[in-house]
């Protein structure tokens, strides 16, 4: 219970720290949520997103997964994405995965892990299309490196793919995706300039006629 109890001090540090900087400061977090960012990243404990890049809460909305990832049929994902391109009028999508990620790594792999293994396919799928490209990589590690790469400019691609961000540019609104990793051994962000604004970035077969 130490560790639980050890939560609510440095929650009341929080509290502290920022009532110091402006006694209204939780007064006017509540009122509103104008955020310009959404971030899509991955659920590892060593990658925040508020601290990495210096945000404030109510800066960036978040949303975290096993390997930062857009599946089709993540409902919960699209709902997300949604929420923050129709309501919150966020302006940038960034997708954030890291080096040394746990679910890229494993899906690497041909251990079974259970139901995850259902989750991890999508990563391997991502292997499969740059199969050629990855075995000739002797060096594990930089092969490993590369497809934590690979796996965010896919997921890149799976954002703009989707109805609700190609509806959004249809409409003239300001939104641009971004595919970002993280390297955790020195703390830096790398732009792997993917970034779209528009519909050009999407290959035909995933372009809707939006009315």
């Not at 292997?127 to 490196?145: A, K, S, V």
């Amino acid at each position: 219970m130490k560790d639980i109890e050890k939560l609510f001090e440095n929650n009341k540090k929080f509290v502290q720290h920022w009532l110091d900087r402006d006694e209204n400061y939780f007064k006017k977090l509540a009122q509103l949520q104008e955020p310009k960012f959404l971030w899509i990243g991955c659920a590892d404990s060593r990658v925040p997103a508020n601290e990495i890049t210096g945000l404030d809460p109510g800066e960036v909305f978040v949303h975290r997964n096993i390997a930062n990832m857009v599946v089709h049929t993540d409902i919960n994902c699209l709902s997300v994405i949604q929420y923050a391109v129709k309501v919150l009028k966020v302006e940038h999508i960034l997708v954030v995965g890291h080096y040394g990620c746990g679910g890229v790594k494993a899906a690497m792999g041909q251990h079974n892990f259970g139901l995850i293994d259902n989750w991890l396919r999508n990563i391997k799928d991502v292997y499969r299309m740059h199969e050629d490209e990855l075995n000739g990589i002797e060096d594990e590690e930089t092969r490993f490196r590369l497809l934590c790469e690979m796996n965010i400019k896919e997921q890149v691609l799976n954002v703009c793919n989707t109805s609700i961000v190609q509806k959004a540019w249809k409409e003239g609104q300001k939104l641009s995706v971004h595919g970002w990793v993280f390297d955790v051994a020195d703390g830096i962000l790398h732009d792997l300039e993917v970034s779209a604004s528009d519909i050009s970035h999407i290959n035909t077969i995933y372009q809707y006629k939006i009315k």
